[in-house]
């Protein structure tokens, strides 16, 4: 199996052939990163088959929910992705900080449940990852690896989290609850900072062909989904604010970075022209949007007000590969 990049065709056609007979069995659909992106577009009836699933069930519509549209109560979808305005009382600058919110994401409340499909969906889809005799393993220290074995486990995968044995007694009871055994909680030294540990555990197990190890770090799919899917549904959220305020302009993106999976998001967010496509008012100065709903601040067409757009800053970004040290909660999750 390749370790780096991603496979853009089916690497094993009989395993392939084999894994949507084993999904298909179990009635499992599987979302696709456009729908998770405009999730308004996923078909009508997998929508009104979800509104009688639960957030947090282990029920496999619940990948439809791996978006940033979910709304406060977790069941319903939101016209624009959940987010606070943090005041100028607070913050002490004029500047409109925003912050989204991470935690109506589907079972784990966190989403890390979106990097986890984000991995393990592109290996199953082209033939790399065979859930019936695979176990897809999860290395982190907490947050990634429940999200890993919640998707596994709707995905009817073997899934197994790695963490260190000093992380919250919560931690371990959610991974309790989810678990198809309990081997399938391995406990490395240490806490947060010890993520080598899990590392080297990893290695260990990987001389197991059975087992296969989804390392957030390297996965392109981690990067690939928050670009199209967390960078779209950031950009909406400053397309809907800029609708309300023209003169508004986007000067920044910033997330605290674990496995730098949410990175991309900025540089989507704050890079491209016209963002969400939802259909809105239309972009009344220029031709060139107003097939779709567009807003001004957004169109990369319309002139600029304030900063040309060679200096739109992809803002700062806190990089902490190793998570060597706890970092600072990021804007994408729950203050
Ligand atoms: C709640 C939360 N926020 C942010 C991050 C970091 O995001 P990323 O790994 O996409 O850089 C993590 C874990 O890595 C996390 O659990």
Redesign the pocket.
């Known amino acids: 199996m390749a370790r780096l990049g991603i496979e853009t065709e089916i690497v094993d056609r009989k395993l392939f052939a084999s894994t949507v007979a084993w999904f298909r069995e179990a009635k499992i659909t599987l979302p696709t990163f456009a729908e998770l992106a405009a999730p308004w577009t996923i078909p009508a009836a997998i929508r009104e088959g979800l509104a009688a699933v639960g957030p947090d069930e282990a029920h496999p519509l619940n990948l439809f929910r791996v978006h940033w549209y979910n709304g406060p109560g977790r069941r319903a979808q939101v016209e624009v992705p959940d987010h606070v305005v943090l005041p100028e009382a607070v913050t002490g600058t004029k500047a409109q900080i925003v912050v989204a919110l991470?935690r109506n994401f589907p079972m784990i409340e966190?989403?890390?449940v979106l990097?986890a499909y984000a991995c393990l969906a592109p290996r199953v889809v082209t033939g790399q990852f065979d859930p019936t005799t695979h176990r897809a393993l999860w290395p982190?220290?907490?947050?990634?690896c429940r999200?890993g074995v919640a998707i596994s486990r709707i995905m009817r995968c073997r899934g197994v989290a790695i963490l260190p044995a000093e992380m919250s007694r919560e931690r371990f009871e959610w991974l309790e609850r989810w678990v198809a055994d309990p081997s399938d909680i391995v406990k490395t030294p240490g806490s947060e900072s010890n993520v080598k540990e899990i590392y080297d555990k990893c290695a260990e197990l990987d001389r197991d062909p059975h087992n296969v190890i989804f390392n957030?770090f390297c996965e392109f799919g981690?990067h690939l989904a928050?670009y199209a899917i967390?960078g779209r549904a950031l950009g909406h959220v400053f397309e809907s604010m800029s609708a309300r305020d023209p003169e508004l302009r986007l000067r920044a993106f910033t997330?605290?970075?674990?496995?730098?999976?949410?990175?991309p998001a900025g540089t989507r967010s704050t890079s491209t022209g016209c963002r969400s496509g939802r259909p809105s008012t239309p972009c009344a100065t220029c031709s060139i949007c107003t097939s779709a709903a567009r807003s001004p601040a957004w169109c990369s067409t319309a002139p600029p007000r304030t900063m040309p757009p060679s200096r739109c800053s992809t803002g700062a970004t806190e990089?902490d590969l190793f998570?060597a040290k706890k970092?600072a909660?990021?804007p994408?999750?729950?203050a």
């Not at 982190?140 to 990634?144: A, D, L, R």
């Not at 997330?255 to 990175?263: L, Y």
């Open positions: 991470g966190a989403h890390k990097a982190s220290t907490g947050n990634y999200g957030q981690n928050h967390t997330s605290a970075t674990g496995s730098a999976g949410t990175t990089v998570g970092r909660k990021t994408m999750e729950v």
